[in-house]
C-alpha cells in the first residue's frame, strides 16, 4: 500500500518547495484495513463508543456542569439546589440555599417536588454520580432545566467554594 498521509512531498515545479499531503483512496483505506484488522477493529469500537456516549448524553434531558458553570447558575435566584447527600453528610457542609432530599423521594413525587418542574434545579451529591439517577427522575417528574454538579460535593470543596452548616 503506498503511504497515504503519512508522508508529505515535495512540490518542486511550484518553485518554492511547498509541502502538500498525498490523497488517499477508499482501496488503499481498505487494503489498510485488511491488513490490520485488530487496529481497525479497535478504531471502529472506539469510535462506536464515544459515538454512543455523545448521543446518550445528549438525549438523557440534564447536563453535567463544572463548579465554576454552577456559580453563575445559583446566583441567578431562580435555581433551587437540591442535595442528595445523606443527612449526615448534608450536615457536614452544603452549598447555601441547598435543600436536602432523600434519593428515595423521587420515585413518588409529592407537591412539594412539582415545584421543581418551575424552577431551574442543581442537583448535588457527595461525588456527582448517584445525583445523575436523581436528575434523570427529576426530568421524568417534568422539569426541563436540570444540571447536576460534575464531582458532587467532593469537587466543590476541593474548588474552595463556599459551604454552610446552616
Known amino acids: 500500500m503506498a503511504a497515504c498521509n503519512a508522508h508529505l512531498y515535495v512540490n518542486l515545479t511550484a518553485g518554492r518547495g511547498q509541502a502538500k499531503p498525498e490523497e488517499?483512496?477508499?482501496?488503499?483505506?481498505?487494503?489498510?484495513?485488511?491488513?490490520?484488522?485488530?487496529l481497525s477493529g479497535g478504531?471502529?469500537?472506539?469510535?462506536?463508543?464515544?459515538?454512543?456516549?455523545?448521543?446518550?448524553?445528549?438525549?438523557?434531558?440534564?447536563?453535567?456542569?463544572?463548579?465554576?458553570?454552577?456559580?453563575?447558575?445559583?446566583?441567578?435566584?431562580?435555581?433551587?439546589?437540591?442535595?442528595?447527600?445523606?443527612?449526615a453528610d448534608f450536615n457536614q457542609g452544603h452549598i447555601v440555599g441547598a435543600r436536602n432530599y432523600p434519593p428515595s423521594r423521587f420515585s413518588k413525587p409529592d407537591k412539594e417536588l412539582e415545584k421543581l418542574k418551575e424552577s431551574s434545579v442543581l442537583v448535588v451529591c457527595?461525588?456527582?454520580?448517584?445525583?445523575?439517577?436523581?436528575?434523570?427522575?427529576?426530568?421524568?417528574?417534568?422539569?426541563?432545566?436540570?444540571s447536576v454538579l460534575k464531582g458532587g460535593m467532593a469537587q466543590w470543596k476541593s474548588d474552595n467554594y463556599p459551604i454552610t452548616r446552616k
Do not use: Y
Open 24 to 38: 488517499c483512496t477508499l482501496e488503499q483505506w481498505l487494503e489498510f484495513a485488511g491488513n490490520h484488522p485488530m
Open 43 to 87: 478504531f471502529i469500537l472506539v469510535l462506536a463508543l464515544l459515538v454512543w456516549g455523545e448521543i446518550s448524553r445528549r438525549v438523557r434531558g440534564f447536563k453535567e456542569i463544572s463548579p465554576a458553570d454552577a456559580v453563575p447558575l445559583i446566583n441567578r435566584g431562580d435555581t433551587m439546589v437540591v442535595d442528595i447527600s445523606p443527612p
Open 126 to 146: 457527595k461525588s456527582g454520580q448517584t445525583a445523575l439517577t436523581t436528575a434523570a427522575a427529576i426530568v421524568k417528574l417534568g422539569a426541563s432545566d436540570v
